[in-house]
């Protein structure tokens, strides 16, 4: 499997400021790192796919400059949520490819984000 | 549009009774597919994926791929309530993206 560490775990926030996210890799380096969003009784929905040392890949419908993704280094990648508003409240998970090197995917424990 | 669908539940068994869980997907060319387990306010864990039609055992958990009828299948046998959970089906289309269901939650009674 891999081990995902996200941080922080949860936080609130005044609309209009700025929240980042950290998700780490912790147990082996990863190149590709992919970024969810769930809203309360729904299903994961992909916002992008973050690439070390190279732009990320968003999503239709997924403004890449309200949520910005730097994937500096191979077990760090990072999400600022820009002037967060309300409906940007949810919970954000990051998850990372498998070491077996197939395609299953393993989450980070999330961030869950309320904008007041 | 590339769809995963799972009936939303509740779906309720009996402890030490097989719970099934189903997927149907509709792009005909996946490849690749999963199953999570999502305990409510925390982050899915894998439990099982399977690549080739035909059944997939461990331990408790079977999972059943028919890519003719495109459908996946989740068998728990001897469902214990820790069990209680929102399982997730997945399917990767391509590029190791996945795409996820609605989720069926299960509840797993005593």
């Known amino acids: 499997g891999a081990v995902v560490s996200q941080h922080p775990s949860r936080v609130i926030c005044k609309s209009g400021t700025s929240v980042k996210i950290e998700c780490r890799s912790l147990?082996?380096?990863?190149?590709?790192m992919f970024w969810y969003r769930q809203f309360p009784k729904q299903s994961l929905m992909l916002m992008a796919t973050s690439n070390e040392g190279s732009k990320a890949t968003y999503e239709q419908g997924v403004e890449k400059d309200k949520f910005l993704i730097n994937h500096a280094s191979l077990t760090l990648s990072t999400l600022t949520v820009t002037s967060a508003h309300p409906e940007d409240s949810s919970f954000y998970i990051c998850?990372?490819?498998?070491?077996?090197?197939?395609?299953?995917?393993?989450f980070g424990p999330g961030t869950r984000l309320t904008v007041l | 549009q590339k769809e995963v669908e799972q009936n939303s539940g509740p779906l309720s068994v009996p402890e030490g009774a097989i719970a099934s869980l189903n997927c149907t997907y509709s792009d005909r060319g996946s490849q690749s597919f999963f199953w999570y387990r999502q305990y409510s306010g925390k982050s899915p864990e894998l439990i099982m994926f399977?690549?080739?039609?035909g059944d997939k055992e461990d331990g408790r958990f079977t999972a059943q791929l028919n890519k003719a009828s495109q459908y996946v299948s989740l068998l728990i046998r001897d469902s214990q309530p820790s069990d209680s959970a929102t399982y997730l089906c997945a399917v990767n289309n391509a590029g190791n993206m996945l795409t996820f269901g609605g989720g069926t939650r299960l509840m797993v009674k005593p």
């Open positions: 998850s990372v490819l498998g070491t077996r090197g197939g395609d299953e995917q393993f």
């Open positions: 147990d082996f380096q990863a190149t590709t």
């Open positions: 399977i690549y080739s039609n």
